[in-house]
RNA sequence: GCGGGCGUGGUGGAAUGGUAGACACAAGGGACUUAAAAUCCCUAGGAAAGAAAUUUCCGUCCCGGUUCGAGUCCGGGCGCCCGCACCA
């Protein structure tokens, strides 16, 4: 069958996007109602922040989420799939600082525009379920669960150490010191202490950890980092008693945190942190020692502040007496390094085993012996100089201990100081600490969630009545002096206290907006729930999302915060469930190519021309003609100028091509790199579709289904179910670049058979390619939805695709009746042999033998083995 | 330093231990066209032999091992990438 594609017009994506959007909207297709009786299935992608504009990751990410959300709709499920925004932070504050508008309307006005950005993309979401965070229906919840916290003893305020710039009046995050100086002022950071609230995650430690083995639908990396981020480690507490004639004041002991206690006879020195008590006692008699615990204060905590931090001590004169050895004196240091918040702030050094330990020894003289020692070396010759031995060996120089493993030795250690008692106490107990810290909520800043309390001198710290919630934002706020804009508004703190009703002040502080991106998941269950932040019978059919995605940026802080704050909800009594999210799926970036002039200045792709192939590309400035060096390929950023906006695609070649190539090639999780060819290519293959499917559109089909299938129809079928059973299959393992390969190879099959039939098809093989068709536009749908209709409204359906069950599979398609083995003769292929599918081993067996290929390669001899695996291959071993 | 991942054509990448390179991009050749665009057809891992059909050898970072059979599993090495990191 011949068809003159001139008369064929071209797919017009623009205008028919827009059209089926409306239409989608028109019909409410995609608002999910909660009493649907179909089974539920959540699908969710991590809501964005309103910059102002989205980008192509968001296009990645939304695009995924899409396919599985149309999927699984298709498939007969009720499925939520619901947007909405991460609208507080800082980059409003700074657009308010830099060009005078109000952090509020600057969001909103954002938000307005990336909600038509992704409305042009044909998402399949329920935007009546629409939040943004900033809103106080939104975050006036927000303060209700974190009241209902306070009251469970989920929340405690504590002093805690901060980055302060003294120029900008506020703290500061570590990545915003760069280089101990503040990003924004250029001012040195000082390390301040500040009274703050915190949200309890410690208490989770544990829970958090074991809980990880039971998401098995999260990537193993997350799972890892969590995992590490958490840190458990087991150890041993041991209460070293302190020389009463050197210890200042009261103190008559210093209690240490250790997981090598097997090494305690390698002891060499004590080292406290510059924080701890006992440091600030000792301080108070010794001005040198004020002097060193200063210097150390204003060292960063910033990466590069650690990073080339030396390691320093000052010895406070104070001795610890070893615990096994009354007589054994260890000279008790402050040492920088030693941090307050892990264990006790307080370490015994053993240099011989430690590398921190041993560079800490050389500088300061202390010597070091070493008590393990290495299998097959001689212990009177184990000499340590700059490396510590940190493997596993005997015990030696351990007076009771030698000649135990390390395992053996930490046992017997920990039980004699179990024993042994002081002042009622044992000396030492058994401990397991964690890294994980509790979460600092506190902000010093305006756009965020007010953290609902006021401060009363008499009273203290006074929750704000449930009644009196929401605390809002006061909207006349400047931004022309440093500091909060809270603190200095007249008003707006000034209040009275809701117990004494004396004079009182609001808490000024707001909330870190990783709060507010902890529970909106739960939020979109029920978002019309005005007296709740969660409708308890709702929320719990919703939740677990069953497949979160998103960005890996987030495996450690987002993903961890959301298990936390889902534990707290359910505790009190906001959900019933302990983890947020069954399924998670982190996806690559989208890179791209980088480009600057000879002078170093990134130069935007839009603006450059590209001559030649491969090796021999060169670029040049489209205005100037300038030469211009192709450098890496990076990930998109505003800073390189490497991004391509998803408007300009969409305005090109249409959503629908956008979303196509974002799926093509690249493994989800993996990056893709954004090319024009590669965009080019998916408009190629929109335009395709659309011809292939007018074309099928044109056979005329019998209306009844021929009870026989002659062998030309039979390929058609079985190159469509084949098609159907894969995609599937790889939609639902998220394999999207495999359903793309998929749907080419069925696309160039069915295009192949048009082909081939001459003028009029028979009725089995028009009916056959009608079938092709049908299913071809219901594979391709959840990825180009836009086509998929057009399409659909074309093949003479008056339903929309977008409403269309999956189709079925007729497995007996999917089998052939005869198979084709590679035969192997030694593991290398030598032929192949076409047996019935039903053939025995012992019929393969001899039609392998029969092969000329194989007669040549046994050259006579006799076989000494035949493997036949079944469907698989044959192998003949002479 | 600790933890994890990856290494396949010119490129992105396929391949439950079973025909390595599916599918796409880029490329080359051809058809159509006054021409271009668009579209369609053909070629394509490397090397050698042959007029050709075709045949042979080599080939998934390197070295070894397990197996009838290894890109895939195991041991060692090299290279790249990511996360965490003064955590006692």
Redesign the pocket.
């Known amino acids: 069958m011949t068809v003159d594609?001139?008369k064929n017009e071209?797919y017009n994506a623009r205008e028919a996007e827009t059209r089926w959007q409306k239409l989608w909207d028109e019909r409410g297709i995609y608002a999910t109602k909660n009493d649907d009786p179909r089974p539920k299935y959540y699908v969710l992608e991590m809501f964005p922040y309103p910059s102002g504009r989205i980008h192509m990751g968001h296009v990645r990410n939304y695009t995924m989420g899409d396919v599985v959300a149309r999927f699984k709709r298709a498939m007969g499920m009720s499925v939520l799939h619901p947007m909405g925004w991460d609208a507080f932070g800082m980059p409003a504050e700074n657009a308010a600082i830099d060009r005078k508008v109000h952090p509020k309307e600057w969001t909103y006005a954002n938000i307005a525009a990336m909600k038509k950005q992704l409305q042009s993309m044909g998402l399949s979401l329920d935007w009546a379920r629409e939040v943004a965070t900033c809103d106080p229906s939104y975050y006036k919840h927000q303060q209700k669960m974190f009241l209902d916290f306070l009251k469970a003893g989920l929340v405690e305020r504590k002093q805690s150490k901060v980055n302060w710039d003294p120029v900008d009046h506020t703290v500061l995050a570590n990545e915003q010191v760069i280089d101990g100086k503040g990003w924004r002022s250029g001012a040195t950071v000082e390390q301040r202490e500040l009274t703050q609230w915190f949200f309890k995650i410690s208490d989770y430690s544990e829970d958090l950890l074991n809980a990880l083995d039971t998401l098995d639908r999260w990537p193993?990396?997350v799972r890892?980092?969590q995992?590490?981020?958490i840190?458990r480690?087991e150890?041993?507490l041991v209460r070293f008693m302190l020389d009463a004639a050197t210890a200042p004041n009261k103190e008559s002991e210093l209690e240490?945190?250790?997981?090598?206690?097997d090494t305690l006879f390698g002891a060499k020195f004590m080292?406290i942190?510059p924080d701890h008590p006992l440091a600030t006692a000792a301080a108070a008699k010794n001005p040198k020692l004020a002097e060193f615990i200063e210097h150390c204060h204003q060292?960063g905590?910033s990466?590069a502040?650690?990073?080339?931090?030396?390691?320093?001590g000052f010895d406070t004169g104070i001795k610890a007496v070893h615990p096994f050895d009354p007589g054994w004196k260890l000279p008790v240091y402050v040492a920088?390094?030693?941090?307050?918040?892990?264990?006790?702030?307080?370490?015994?050094?053993?240099p011989a085993h430690?590398?921190?330990?041993l560079?800490f020894a050389n500088k300061y003289g202390l010597g070091n012996t070493p008590v393990v020692c290495p299998p097959n070396q001689d212990p009177a010759s184990f000499v340590i100089t700059d490396v510590p031995y940190?493997e596993d060996g005997r015990m030696i120089n351990s007076r009771f201990l030698d000649g135990m493993t390390i395992a053996e030795a930490k046992e017997e250690v920990a039980k004699r100081l179990e024993r042994e008692t002081r002042g009622n106490r044992p000396v030492a107990q058994r401990q397991v600490?964690?890294?994980?810290?509790d979460w600092g909520i506190s902000r010093q800043r305006y756009w965020g969630c007010p953290i609902p309390v006021i401060h009363c001198e008499k009273c203290g710290v006074v929750p704000v009545p449930a009644s009196d919630l929401p605390v809002t934002l006061p909207d006349d706020v400047t931004f022309d002096k440093p500091g909060n804009p809270l603190d200095r508004h007249p008003t707006w703190k000034n209040v009275k206290c809701p117990q004494c009703a004396g004079p009182a002040r609001r808490e000024t502080d707001t909330m870190d907006t990783f709060v507010d991106s902890s529970w909106y998941f739960a939020r979109f269950t029920d978002p019309w729930n005005e007296k709740s932040p969660t409708t308890p019978k709702v929320v719990n059919e919703w939740l677990p999302v069953d497949q979160y995605i998103g960005g890996?940026?987030h495996?450690?802080l987002h993903l961890l915060y959301s298990r936390f704050f889902t534990r707290a909800m359910h505790k009190t009594g906001h959900t019933g469930m302990d983890e947020p999210f069954a399924g998670l799926f982190t996806q690559?970036m989208v890179v791209h190519e980088t480009y600057r002039t000879k002078s170093g200045d990134w130069v935007e792709p839009a603006n450059i021309k590209i001559e030649g192939?491969?090796?021999a590309r060169s670029a040049t400035l489209m205005t100037t003609g300038e030469p211009i060096e192709i450098g890496s390929i990076e990930k998109m950023s505003k800073s390189k100028k490497n991004t391509v906006d998803p408007d300009d695609i969409i305005a090109a070649y249409g959503a629908d091509t956008a979303r196509w190539f974002m799926l093509?090639?690249?493994?989800p999780e993996?990056?893709?790199?954004w090319?024009?060819?590669?965009v080019?290519?998916?408009?190629?293959?929109v335009?395709?579709l659309w011809?292939?499917i007018g074309e099928v559109a044109g056979v005329k089909a019998p209306t009844a289904r021929p009870a026989e299938f002659g062998p030309a129809a039979l390929v058609v079928r079985k190159a469509a179910h084949r098609a159907l059973n894969n995609v599937s299959d790889d939609i639902a393992r998220l394999?999207f670049?495999?359903c793309?390969?998929?749907?080419?190879?069925f696309?160039?099959a069915l295009?192949?058979a048009i082909?081939e039939v001459e003028t009029a098809p028979t009725p089995d093989m028009a009916w056959a390619l009608r079938e092709a068709g049908d299913i071809l536009v219901r594979l391709f749908h959840p990825m180009m939805p836009h086509l998929a209709e057009e399409c659909w409204a074309t093949l003479g359906h008056g339903t929309l695709v977008a409403t269309e069950a999956w189709p079925p599979v007729e497995p007996e398609l999917l089998v052939e009746s005869t198979i084709?083995?590679?035969v192997?003769v030694?593991?290398?292929?030598?032929a192949?042999v076409t047996v019935p599918r039903q053939a025995g081993e012992a019929d393969i067996k001899a039609a392998v033998l029969a092969l000329d290929?194989v007669k040549?390669?046994l050259d006579g001899k006799s076989p000494k083995?035949v493997?036949v695996?079944p469907?698989?291959?044959?192998?003949?071993?002479a």
Request: glycine share 8%; proline share 2%.
């Open positions: 594609s001139s071209r193993e990396k890892l980092m995992k590490n981020w840190g480690s150890g041993l240490i945190f250790t997981t090598r206690p080292a942190s060292m905590t990466q502040a650690i990073d080339t931090a030396e390691k320093l920088n390094f030693i941090l307050m918040d892990y264990g006790t702030g307080a370490i015994f050094g053993c430690d590398q921190r330990d560079d940190l600490n964690y890294r994980l810290r890996i940026e495996a450690i690559g192939m491969g090796d093509s090639d690249s493994p993996r990056d893709v790199i090319t024009e060819e590669g080019q290519g998916a408009w190629r293959f335009q395709r011809r292939l394999r670049n495999r793309v390969a998929h749907i080419y190879e696309a160039n295009s192949d082909g084709t083995l590679p192997q030694n593991g290398k292929k030598r192949e290929e040549k390669a083995k493997i695996v469907q698989r291959i044959v192998n003949v071993v």
